[in-house]
């Protein structure tokens, strides 16, 4: 009977934290699923630009958070900018943006000119646009990628090559359609 209780206290717990707007994560996590609409944001780029998501409407549209500190993006992001950013950046309909988790301006550029990319870094001053797809603390790389539509098709975690082509071909796909 005691256990009753505890659970029930548990689902009601549960039934709360969601009607006031806290997320439950996935395995991953991931507070959005495939299938969701990308919430709206809006970020500063290294150059000074802002883009917000309104305005990326129409084009497929990959976001890669990062970090500095990150040894695993720094892996990842070559794979990014060979196999697709280079593929890609010449087309109208298609946008990445490496999202850089709360760091400041010099220490992107810095990390920019390491890591040898040369697609869009912006600044995600407070991880406020992570946390709009994963838990604040959850860690990085994660890429995310978002239909014509702003409907999010495609999550990934950390870096794996059977992922990482997967991702790609739903790329190929949507710049298809």
């Known amino acids: ?17 969601q009607s006031h707007g806290y997320a439950q994560a996935d395995d991953r996590g991931y507070i959005v699923k495939v299938g969701d609409q990308m919430p709206s944001f809006e970020v500063t780029l290294t150059d000074g630009t802002k883009v917000s998501l309104e305005q990326l409407k129409g084009k497929v ?21 060979k196999e697709i950013w ?4 010449d087309r109208s309909d298609f946008a990445l943006l490496g ?16 890591t040898g990319v040369t697609y869009p870094l912006g600044l995600d001053k407070g991880a406020e646009i992570f946390s709009l797809v994963a838990l604040k603390n959850a860690g990085i790389t994660r890429n995310v990628i978002i239909d014509r539509n702003g ?10 090559h059977e992922e990482f082509n997967a991702m790609k071909n739903k790329i190929a796909e949507l710049l298809e359609k």
Do not use: H
Not at 61 to 81: D, H, N
């Open 61 to 81: 549209v990959m976001l890669q958070f990062t970090a500095s500190w990150c040894g695993v993006c720094r892996k990842e992001m070559p794979f990014i900018e």
């Open 1 to 17: 009977m005691k256990r009753l209780k505890y659970f029930v206290a548990l689902v009601i717990m549960m039934i709360g934290m």
């Open 99 to 114: 999202l850089d988790r709360d760091e400041p301006l010099n220490t992107v550029l810095k990390f920019k000119k390491q």
């Open 86 to 89: 280079q593929k890609y950046k």
């Open 151 to 160: 409907k999010i098709v495609f999550l990934t975690r950390l870096f794996n």
